[in-house]
């Protein structure tokens, strides 16, 4: 058997709009997008593969201009002068990709979309044959997966130009998390039953490996950060088919780094939040400051000042508040959370007590108030 070496990736969303910025970062991260791609097209060079496959919103949707249309099809014809296929699906978010292709800047011979409302056949990289089905609204929730099996009327498995039989799917695999939009739901065994070698998934944005049974099968996620439900690690697949066997190894991604840090007010104080601030400082990152703790009114301070005070000084500083005010003492409340709110309220006011007992005090406070407000722990 010929050996076949693929790169799946998905989810580019090039010209993702980023909102939340200024429009001089929407600007830098929309090329950030487009470097990501090129560092694909680069990555599939190097590793010599004969196909990229995408499985699924290469583009963020169908309205992108013909500069940025334009900037991709100089990628694919880089990849042609270098023999490397580009197989592509059409995911919820570019839907219409062939048609603006075609518009813009034609479609390359070394470029095949699929098309059409079934499972589709492409069989332009020798050894192996790709089968993929297009997003489709009106189908959205069905298990297109567990209609197909590689061997019945969608496969050859005989054609002797094609032993290895890989599948592309923009869908939803069961029990991911930070997911909008689930479509084409997939279960394990749809996976297992699958008789492919290899399902090149596309739709969740972060890492997954979804093998089941002998057919491996991976989420590759964007190969861009989109938001703060992507901090990991960005990956591709490099997939290589070689004497009847599948390997898959995940390849990391440089990319802008995107920093969540949780920060206790309560033991650690403004000034020393003010002193982390300034070394974590970082003009080419994105943070996410999480403050949390319990305050009395006079130790109110203002998230939107911090921010206007050192947001110059990162890519994107966030600043989420959890901050719970202590609620006023009512001397005259015979509660159980009166009584347990003055009786705190009075150690703390105790300037004998040393800083271990405050921070148990304070925790206690916490934990307290969360019980007796019915909230869990």
């Not at 972060?206 to 049974?213: A, I, K, V, Y």
């Not at 697949?237 to 840090?261: C, F, H, M, Q, S």
């Not at 009395?296 to 005070?309: K, Y």
Request: charged share 25%; glycine share 8%; with cysteine.
């Amino acid at each position: 058997m010929r050996r076949v070496k693929l790169l799946h990736t998905s989810d580019f969303h090039i010209d993702w709009p980023f909102e939340m910025f200024a429009e001089g970062a929407r600007q830098q991260r929309r090329k950030d997008l487009f470097s990501a791609f090129e560092y694909l097209c680069d990555l599939a060079v190097s590793e010599e593969v004969q196909g990229l496959l995408v499985a699924g919103d290469l583009f963020h949707s169908d309205l992108v201009d013909r500069h940025t249309v334009s900037l991709v099809v100089s990628g694919f014809m880089r990849l042609m002068a270098e023999g490397i296929k580009v197989v592509i699906l059409p995911g919820n978010h570019d839907p219409g990709i062939e048609g603006l292709l075609r518009k813009n800047s034609g479609l390359l011979p070394n470029v095949f979309v699929f098309s059409g409302g079934d499972w589709q056949e492409y069989k332009g990289i020798e050894g192996v044959t790709v089968y993929g089905i297009p997003f489709n609204e009106s189908r959205k929730n069905e298990r297109m997966l567990a209609n197909f099996r590689s061997g019945g009327e969608n496969a050859c498995p005989d054609d002797s130009r094609a032993p290895y039989r890989v599948g592309l799917l923009h869908g939803t695999v069961n029990g991911l998390p930070h997911i909008e939009g689930e479509y084409f739901p997939v279960t394990g065994d749809d996976i297992k039953n699958s008789g492919l070698d290899y399902l090149a998934m596309g739709h969740f944005h972060n890492f997954r490996d979804c093998s089941c049974g002998s057919t491996l099968s991976f989420y590759p996620g964007s190969p861009e950060r989109l938001s703060f439900n992507n901090i990991s690690d960005r990956k591709a697949i490099i997939v290589e088919l070689k004497n009847g066997k599948v390997d898959a190894v995940p390849v990391t991604i440089p990319t802008r780094p995107y920093i969540v840090v949780d920060f206790d007010m309560n033991r650690e104080g403004l000034a020393n939040l003010y002193l982390k601030l300034n070394q974590w400082a970082d003009s080419t990152s994105f943070i996410r400051l999480n403050i949390t703790g319990l305050l009395d009114q006079q130790d109110v301070f203002s998230a939107e000042r911090i921010e206007q005070q050192y947001k110059d000084k990162f890519f994107h500083l966030e600043i989420c508040d959890f901050i719970r005010l202590i609620p006023q003492v009512d001397p005259n409340d015979k509660t159980v959370k009166g009584i347990f709110l003055r009786k705190i309220s009075e150690r703390l006011a105790d300037s004998r007590i040393s800083d271990d007992e405050r921070n148990v005090l304070n925790e206690a406070l916490k934990v307290g108030l969360t019980v007796l407000e019915g909230g869990k722990l």
